[in-house]
Nanobody, 124 residues
Framework: QVQLMESGGGLVQAGGSLRLSCGAS????????MGWYRQAPGKQRELVAV???????NYADSVKGRFTISRDNAKNTVYLQMNSLKPEDTAVYYC??????????????????WGQGTQVTVSS
């Protein structure tokens, strides 16, 4: 079993910054893509940023130039540095990871996992 645990959410004024962290733990053989998604009230969950195992990144247009995703492979952790926050960034932010888990047979199976979410609120 694998768990993703987010931290770092909170309340901040517009123009401020927050840093989210998400650590993966459990029966991990490898981690490929890690990412952050968000869901605002009444809206669908949307991609914010993803980072591949090799370090390649992709961002939603709405956060380009303001948010930076990074990862520490030694710690199985992904980060999201959020600067110049806007009220429209208010949402629950979810961590996501593609994790390779070694089964009893020795086969490595790929599974996708979600964290429980952390609230980010940006006041105007």
């Amino acid at each position: 079993q694998v768990q993703l645990m987010e931290s770092g959410g909170g309340l901040v004024q517009a123009g401020g910054s927050l840093r989210l962290s998400c650590g993966a733990s459990g029966s991990i053989f490898s981690i490929n893509t890690m990412g952050w998604y968000r869901q605002a009230p009444g809206k669908q969950r949307e991609l914010v940023a993803v980072i591949a195992g090799g370090g390649g990144t992709n961002y939603a247009d709405s956060v380009k130039g303001r948010f930076t995703i990074s990862r520490d492979n030694a710690k199985n952790t992904v980060y999201l540095q959020m600067n110049s926050l806007k009220p429209e960034d208010t949402a629950v932010y979810y961590c996501n990871a593609d994790v390779g888990v070694r089964l009893a047979s020795g086969v490595v199976a790929a599974h996708n996992y979600w964290g429980q979410g952390t609230q980010v609120t940006v006041s105007s």
